[in-house]
Each structure stands twice: as structure tokens, then as C-alpha cells.
């Protein structure tokens, strides 16, 4: 028997991005360990009106379908900042992307990807990387290893056999981006203990909490040290102003001033450190469903996320510092303070530290030290473009 043929069709407005959105969580739910997520979040992502990414971005959605049934979704987007960047850095002129990468078979998947490239090929791209859904500081890289749990906030859940289907289209892996499980209930290392006790000693050095009574003066701290820490970094594209304020206003419901750090040396900001509740936690006893009554549960978790595990997503030092002893001392010492408030503040008993870019040894000498392991792994796929 003759199977139907595929075709695939550009979606836009309201109505096309629920559909797009639905497709993608009818996926997810397929999954084992799956988390399901706030539908409202996820249409927000993809509305050009909410989300300030599209402000520099161009992105065009597309849903697969065979016999008029949706099998599939895909983006291809250009990010106007990624183009601008040094080539050397990943990203820069001729690169687009593709993300939202969702397939019922094989045949589909080339089908969706050849559409991708096709949108970027008539955009004046080069290059295409992906997946990537849709900014690299929103959900970079597929899931290649560590579908046996469930994953932390805002980090993607893909099956295993996606990483083939992508590679038989022609594209090999560009960058590996590691996540690193950390038992919190344990004492640091001896070595730590001396660092974080001479940290103490310094006077120079003062470590604090994130104040959210000046919470809009502390978000543009941490974005100046994040937007120079990470300048030189693969896949770095920086943040603006529209994109700041939007952060800010997305976080502060998850931010405990506890888990947050700033390292300031002789009186200036020089590092920071963010932890964020597994919001996971919540969504799943939930089912990602706000209405009628998951709201009243999700506000209660959010004002004290007990026994919730703990997610470091971004820190960062400023340049100047790199490849010093100060900086990892100033690493450990936030570290350190956040994982004793994490235990015993929230009754934690896990951590999680990244993405990690796979060559990043600085980050990756710190995440060995204080002993914690690698859990998952995504990665970035690249091709060329005719």
C-alpha cells in the first residue's frame, strides 16, 4: 500500500501558532519522564507581539502533514545579533537556524528539515545550526543523552532516535553541551572549604545575596557581568534592553534571594551566580495545567519550593578576571553559599550545573572539583547550505 505523501505548510498567526504549539506538547507527552509545561509559555515564545527576541529575529513556523494529519513541526529562523557575531564564535554572517524539531518518522524529519533550509536558503543563509528553539539562551541543543529522568527548568526533552534521523540528513555535530548533577546534601571537598574560608578572609571580597528590593538595579548587574563574561563564549549573542526587561520581569517569580549571588571585589560587582527552583517540580504534580485550581499549588511552591531540586543555569566573571585564582575562588565561594542555603533553607538534596560547552575547561575543572557528575548531554548540529 502506498503511503501518503508528505506535505509541509508554513504556519503563522494565532491560530497557526496553537496549532504548532499543540502539535509540539502532543509530542512531549509521548515521552517517558516528560514534563508537561505552561501551554500559555510556550504560545508566548512564538508570538512576534510578546516575545522581544523577535525584535531582531526573523522566524517562520512549519507543520508537517499526511493525510491531512499534522506528524511533525519545525522553525527556521535568523537571528539579526547571531549574524553579527565573529564567525569564530559559532554563529556570524550566513548562519540560520532550525528548532522545535518534532518528527513521526524518518521520511518526515528530512521533509521538515529540507523546508528549513529551503526558508533559510531563500533568506541569503549559508549555514544552519539547530536545533536550537528559538534564542541559545531559551532551549539550545537535542537531547542525545539522559532521557532515563526527567529534565531540570527550561531545559529540552528530545527521544534518543532524533539525533539519528538528524545526522542521516547530512549534518554532524557542532558543539556538545554538558548538564552536571550535584548531590547538595554532602560537604564540599577539603580543598573547597580552604578556598571559600581564605575567600572570607579577604577583605576585598564580599559575596551577597541578590536584593530584590532593587530588583530592576540588580538584573542589569548581572546582565553587564553576563553580557562580558560570556562575549568570547561559542554562541554567545547579547542580550538587549527589551530582552532584559523581559528576563527580569519572567524570573523574579522564581528567584530567592538566598540562592542568588553577587561577588563584588573592592566594592564592585565582578561575578554572579543564579539558582532557580525546578519549577519541573511543581508542573508535574499539576499536569502543566493552571485552571481551575493548579495555580493556588504553583504560587504556594513558588513562595517556599521545599525539597524542590535547584538549578544553576548561569554564572558568570568578568573578563578581566578569567583564568585566575580569584575567579574560581569567587565560583567556589558562591557555590558554596548557595548550596548550603539550598539544603537547608529548602531541604534540597540535588543541584544541577548548566549547559557547560563542552570546551569550556575553566567551567568544567569547577563543576570536576566539587565533585558533581555529568547527567545529560545535548547537542548543536551544523550543515552547509547549497
Known amino acids: 500500500m502506498r503511503r501518503e505523501e508528505i506535505s509541509i505548510e508554513p504556519v503563522s498567526g494565532k491560530r497557526g501558532r496553537a496549532d504548532f504549539v499543540d502539535l509540539g506538547r502532543a509530542f512531549s507527552a509521548r515521552l517517558e519522564h516528560f514534563v508537561p509545561q505552561i501551554r500559555s509559555e510556550q504560545l508566548e515564545l512564538i508570538d512576534p507581539d510578546k516575545n522581544p527576541f523577535f525584535g531582531h529575529a526573523r522566524v517562520q513556523l512549519f507543520i508537517a502533514r499526511r493525510g491531512g494529519q499534522p506528524v511533525g513541526r519545525i522553525s527556521a529562523h535568523i537571528d539579526e545579533l547571531a549574524l553579527a557575531m565573529p564567525a569564530e564564535q559559532g554563529f556570524g554572517p550566513g548562519t540560520g537556524f532550525f528548532g522545535y524539531f518534532d518528527a513521526e518518522d524518518e521520511d518526515t524529519a528530512r521533509a521538515l528539515l529540507a523546508a528549513a533550509e529551503a526558508w533559510l536558503v531563500g533568506e541569503g543563509m549559508r549555514r544552519v545550526l539547530g536545533p536550537i528553539s528559538l534564542s541559545v539562551w531559551e532551549e539550545p541543543g537535542l537531547l542525545i543523552s539522559g532521557q532515563d529522568h526527567p529534565p531540570m ?6 527521544p534518543a532516535h532524533y539525533a539519528g534521523w538528524i545526522e542521516a540528513a547530512g549534518y554532524a555535530r557542532e558543539k556538545t553541551l554538558y548538564t552536571y548533577d550535584l548531590d547538595i546534601t554532602r560537604d564540599s571537598p577539603p580543598l573547597i572549604r580552604r578556598i571559600v574560608q581564605s575567600g572570607h578572609k579577604n577583605a576585598r571580597i564580599n559575596v551577597r545575596r541578590v536584593d530584590k528590593s532593587r530588583w530592576d538595579e540588580e538584573v542589569a548587574t548581572v546582565l553587564m557581568i553576563l553580557n562580558d563574561a560570556w562575549s568570547h563564549n561559542w554562541g554567545f549573542v547579547p542580550f538587549t534592553p ?44 499539576i499536569g502543566g495545567k493552571l485552571f481551575p485550581f493548579g495555580w493556588i499549588h504553583l504560587l504556594r511552591w513558588l513562595r517556599h519550593p521545599k525539597g524542590a531540586g535547584m538549578r544553576v543555569p548561569l554564572m558568570g566573571v568578568l573578563k578581566e578576571l578569567h583564568n585566575s585564582r580569584l575567579a574560581s575562588q569567587l565560583a567556589f565561594m558562591m557555590i558554596e553559599a548557595i548550596r548550603a542555603e539550598a539544603n537547608t533553607t529548602f531541604q534540597s538534596t540535588r543541584g544541577e550545573i548548566g549547559w557547560i560547552l563542552d570546551d569550556n575547561q575553566g567551567m568544567i575543572a569547577i563543576a570536576d572539583t566539587i565533585q558533581s557528575k555529568i547527567n545529560r548531554e545535548y547537542a548543536v548540529y551544523a550543515r552547509a547550505l547549497a
Open 242 to 285: 527589551a530582552e532584559v526587561a523581559y528576563a527580569g520581569k519572567k524570573l523574579r517569580p522564581i528567584i530567592h534571594e538566598e540562592l542568588n549571588m553577587i561577588a563584588e571585589l573592592d566594592g564592585r560587582p565582578v561575578a554572579f551566580m543564579l539558582t532557580f527552583p525546578d519549577v519541573n517540580d511543581a508542573l508535574t504534580k
Open 153 to 158: 527548568i527550561m531545559m529540552g526533552h528530545h
